[in-house]
Structures are given as structure tokens and as C-alpha cells.
């Protein structure tokens, strides 16, 4: 089988600790090479990885024929640049959360990738974790039923340390909307299904951050009607006092439906909590091996803090869906349409009134 030349494009936090070690765990893949704007970050990469094709400039890398597929890491700002201009030379591309600044970029990304073919890839981290798998399995099984109510909370303590580019509204777009909420807007539309309208709520509390200017969001909160008859309830803030962070702290989802009730709390990524109609309490339930890892993946589930190395499963999705020319889930489908939710949550927390968006699924699926 001929090797997969993969190219980073971004070699900051999120490449060097879960992109490359990912990659490293698919077979006959080689990352051949890395770009990044910032010198000594791409130093760092090309001592890790001992690469000599580096580049500080992306036209160089996507120029280059042994590169067949890109993983764009970069600040969101120029996450749209970055993946039409790897579209446009051919390249499948995996990019990051959220994928672009607004739904107008996202949505002509998802309509450029799919008129050029080529596989692309959102990356939706979260639904790599066993227990969602499980959950959306079990929905889809009707295990709750005609679904009531869909419930997220994630609840992060980063106090008011400088989060660099990520407290900038132009490099980042939106604060913690983009940067948590978007993975819980995605879990919502995997478990329940698209949203017809919302309201919102966004606030910010710090506006320096360690002695720098912060202008974007550090709560927001969506409530939401789903075309399925459920109501929803999302809520992301990284300023709860004592909490922890990441993959320890809080982020919980709950569905209630006629059937049951499931409950997802990430601190336990392989099981989840489960009530049957006329229960009166809910009741651990342990995943069954399959659903340990991503169908196909060799990763062992053993292996590893089980907090982390489900995200490995994310770079398998994309290389298999390249070697086996399918589409990949979550796709830039899903990266627009968390967008468009996004778009929708802002305007609504500006004009203090509920949004519709029933049209989104709709609009996205034409090409
Ligand atoms: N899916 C997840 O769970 C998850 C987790 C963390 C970060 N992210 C996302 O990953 C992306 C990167 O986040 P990070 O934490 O790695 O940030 P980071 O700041 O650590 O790294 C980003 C890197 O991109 C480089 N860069 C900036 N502009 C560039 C350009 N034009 N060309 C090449 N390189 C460029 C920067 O120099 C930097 O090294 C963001 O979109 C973020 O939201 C996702």
C-alpha cells in the first residue's frame, strides 16, 4: 500500500500533542511536512518530528506533491484561507474547530471540498470520546425514545490567565462559543438532530487577561428548539471558580426522552449513566469493547491516560475515509453547520430575541 504524505500546517499546542501522535498511530502514513508562521515554533516541530521539508510559508508546503492531505491548526482567522487554498491544490484537508470565522466562509468551504472531491474533516474531537459514540448509538437505537430535552454543561476554571490569540475577537471569531460551545452545539445535533431556532446569552467578565486586552465572550449560554420536537439546553463558561480544566473538569450531557434518560460526563469517557422508563434512579452502564475505539482503529483502549488518547482515533477517521474514499464524520458539513448555530447564537445575544435557523440543514445539503 502506498503511503498517505500528510502536511501540518500550524505546529502550535494542538498539533504537537494530539495531531502528530495520532497520525503516528495510523498505518502507512508519513507526515512529510510542516509549516508554521512562527519560526521557533516550527523549530520545535522539526526537532520533534526531524523533518527537513519546514516552511513558514503554506504555498510552499501545498506545492509540494508528496503532500496528498493537510491538517490545518492554525488561529481560526485563517482557517478558510488556509483549507480553500489546500482544496484548490488538490489536498484533502482535515482543519480544526471551529473551521472559519462565520458561516458564509464555513458553508463555501463545505461547497468548495465537495465540488473538488476531496475528503474533509472537521475537527469534532469530542465525538471521538467511547461513551458519545455509545450514547449516539443508543439514541439512534431508540433507547430514550421520542427524545425530550437535550442538556450540556461544560464548566471550565481559567481564571484570568492570558489565553493569547484565543481572547482576540479578529484572530478568534468568538470566545468560548467557538472554542467549547461549538463540540457541545455538535454533540447536540449528533444525539438530536438539527436546531429550528434559539436564543442566547453571551458575557464577558475579564477584560484583560493577565494584563492583556481581552474582547470576546467567557460565558454563553443557547436555549433551542430541535426540529425532532426536543428542547435544548447548552451552557459553556470558563470562568467557574474551582473547576478544574479540561479533560477534569466538568462537561456533562444529558438526554432525556418518553424511553429513558442517558447521561455523558466526559471525567468518565467509558461509561455512561442510564434510567429506563419507571426507574427511579439512573445506573452505570459499561461500554461494551467495541465501542472502546473508533470502528477499524488499531489503538488499544488499555493503552494511554483513557481521558486523551480517544482523540488519536480522530487522525484514523481521516486517513481511512482518504484510503477507503468516503466521506469523513464529522465532515465540513458539520463544521458549518455548528457555524451557522454560532452566527445564530450571536445575533440572537445582540438583538435579545429568538433566531430562526431551520433552514440550515437544508441550505448546506445543496450543492
Ligand atoms: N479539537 C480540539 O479539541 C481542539 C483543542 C485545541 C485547539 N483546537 C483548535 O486548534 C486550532 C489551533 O489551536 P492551538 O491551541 O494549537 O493554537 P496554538 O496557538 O498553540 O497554535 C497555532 C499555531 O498556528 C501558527 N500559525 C498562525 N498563523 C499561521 C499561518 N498562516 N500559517 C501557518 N501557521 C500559522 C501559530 O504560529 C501557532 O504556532 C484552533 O482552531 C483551536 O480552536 C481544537
Same mark, same amino acid.
Given at each position: 500500500?502506498?503511503?498517505?504524505?500528510?502536511?501540518?500546517?500550524?505546529?502550535?499546542?494542538?498539533? @504537537?500533542?494530539? =495531531?502528530?501522535?495520532g497520525?503516528?498511530?495510523?498505518?502507512?502514513v508519513?507526515?512529510?511536512? @510542516?509549516?508554521?508562521?512562527?519560526?521557533?515554533?516550527?523549530?520545535?516541530?522539526?526537532?520533534?518530528?526531524?523533518?527537513?521539508?519546514?516552511?513558514t510559508?503554506? =504555498?510552499?508546503?501545498? &506545492?509540494r506533491e508528496?503532500?496528498?492531505?493537510? %491538517?490545518?491548526?492554525?488561529?481560526?482567522?485563517?482557517?478558510?484561507?488556509?483549507?480553500?487554498?489546500?482544496?484548490?491544490?488538490?489536498?484533502?484537508?482535515? +482543519?480544526?474547530? /471551529?473551521?472559519?470565522?462565520?458561516?458564509a466562509?464555513?458553508r463555501?468551504?463545505?461547497? @468548495?471540498?465537495?465540488?473538488?472531491?476531496?475528503r =474533509?474533516?472537521?475537527?469534532?474531537?469530542?465525538r471521538?470520546v467511547?461513551?458519545?459514540?455509545?450514547?449516539?448509538h443508543l439514541?439512534?437505537? #431508540?433507547?430514550?425514545g421520542?427524545?425530550?430535552?437535550?442538556?450540556? +454543561?461544560?464548566?471550565?476554571?481559567?481564571?484570568t490567565?492570558?489565553?493569547?490569540?484565543?481572547?482576540?475577537k &479578529?484572530l478568534?471569531?468568538?470566545?468560548?462559543?467557538?472554542?467549547m %460551545?461549538?463540540?457541545?452545539?455538535d454533540y447536540?445535533?449528533l444525539?438530536?438532530?438539527?436546531?429550528?431556532?434559539?436564543?442566547a446569552?453571551t458575557k464577558q467578565?475579564?477584560?484583560?487577561r493577565?494584563?492583556?486586552?481581552?474582547?470576546?465572550?467567557?460565558?454563553?449560554t443557547? %436555549?433551542?428548539?430541535?426540529?425532532? #420536537?426536543?428542547?435544548?439546553? %447548552?451552557?459553556?463558561?470558563?470562568?467557574a471558580?474551582?473547576?478544574?480544566?479540561?479533560?477534569?473538569s466538568?462537561?456533562?450531557?444529558?438526554?432525556?426522552?418518553?424511553?429513558?434518560?442517558?447521561v $455523558?460526563?466526559l471525567?468518565?469517557?467509558?461509561?455512561?449513566?442510564i434510567? &429506563?422508563?419507571g426507574?427511579?434512579s439512573?445506573?452505570?452502564c459499561?461500554?461494551?469493547?467495541?465501542?472502546?475505539?473508533? /470502528?477499524g482503529s488499531?489503538?488499544? /483502549?488499555?493503552?494511554?491516560d /483513557?481521558?486523551?488518547? $480517544?482523540?488519536?482515533?480522530?487522525? $484514523?477517521?481521516?486517513i481511512?475515509?482518504?484510503r477507503?474514499?468516503?466521506?469523513?464524520?464529522?465532515?465540513f458539513?458539520?463544521?458549518?453547520?455548528?457555524?451557522?448555530?454560532m452566527?445564530?447564537?450571536?445575533?440572537?445575544a445582540?438583538?435579545?430575541?429568538?433566531?430562526?435557523?431551520?433552514?440550515l440543514?437544508?441550505?448546506l445539503?445543496?450543492?
Open positions: 500500500m502506498s503511503k498517505i504524505g500528510v502536511g501540518l500546517i500550524g505546529c502550535g499546542g494542538i498539533s @504537537l500533542q494530539n =495531531h502528530l501522535p497520525l503516528a498511530m495510523c498505518s502507512d508519513a507526515v512529510v511536512a @510542516l509549516c508554521d508562521t512562527d519560526p521557533q515554533t516550527l523549530e520545535r516541530a522539526r526537532s520533534q518530528t526531524g523533518l527537513q521539508a519546514v516552511f510559508d503554506y =504555498h510552499e508546503l501545498l &506545492k508528496d503532500v496528498q492531505a493537510v %491538517l490545518v491548526a492554525t488561529p481560526n482567522v485563517v482557517h478558510a484561507e488556509l483549507v480553500c487554498a489546500a482544496i484548490k491544490a488538490g489536498k484533502h484537508v482535515f +482543519c480544526e474547530k /471551529p473551521i472559519a470565522m462565520n458561516y466562509e464555513a463555501h468551504m463545505h461547497q @468548495l471540498a465537495e465540488r473538488a472531491n476531496i =474533509h474533516m472537521t475537527a469534532f474531537t469530542y471521538f467511547p461513551a458519545m459514540r455509545y450514547m449516539a439514541i439512534k437505537q #431508540g433507547a430514550v421520542q427524545p425530550y430535552h437535550f442538556r450540556s +454543561c461544560r464548566l471550565q476554571d481559567w481564571g490567565r492570558n489565553i493569547g490569540w484565543r481572547q482576540i &479578529k478568534a471569531g468568538t470566545g468560548e462559543l467557538g472554542d %460551545l461549538s463540540h457541545r452545539i447536540s445535533h444525539l438530536i438532530g438539527g436546531m429550528t431556532r434559539l436564543v446569552n467578565f475579564h477584560e484583560m493577565d494584563g492583556k486586552p481581552s474582547d470576546l465572550e467567557d460565558w454563553v443557547i %436555549l433551542a428548539d430541535y426540529s425532532v #420536537g426536543a428542547t435544548g439546553v %447548552l451552557e459553556s463558561t470558563k470562568v471558580t474551582g473547576r478544574g480544566e479540561s479533560a477534569h466538568q462537561d456533562y450531557v444529558e438526554v432525556n426522552g418518553q424511553e429513558g434518560s442517558i $455523558f460526563q471525567e468518565q469517557p467509558h461509561q455512561l449513566q434510567a &429506563k422508563k426507574e427511579k439512573l445506573k452505570v459499561s461500554l461494551p469493547r467495541d465501542f472502546l475505539t473508533w /470502528p488499531s489503538r488499544d /483502549p488499555s493503552a494511554g /483513557p481521558l486523551f488518547s $480517544f482523540r488519536y482515533d480522530q487522525s $484514523f477517521e481521516f481511512d475515509a482518504i477507503n474514499q468516503r466521506p469523513c464524520t464529522p465532515s458539513y458539520d463544521g458549518a453547520l455548528a457555524q451557522g448555530v452566527d445564530a447564537a450571536i445575533q440572537s445582540a438583538e435579545g430575541r429568538w433566531v430562526e435557523i431551520g433552514h440543514e437544508q441550505e445539503r445543496e450543492k
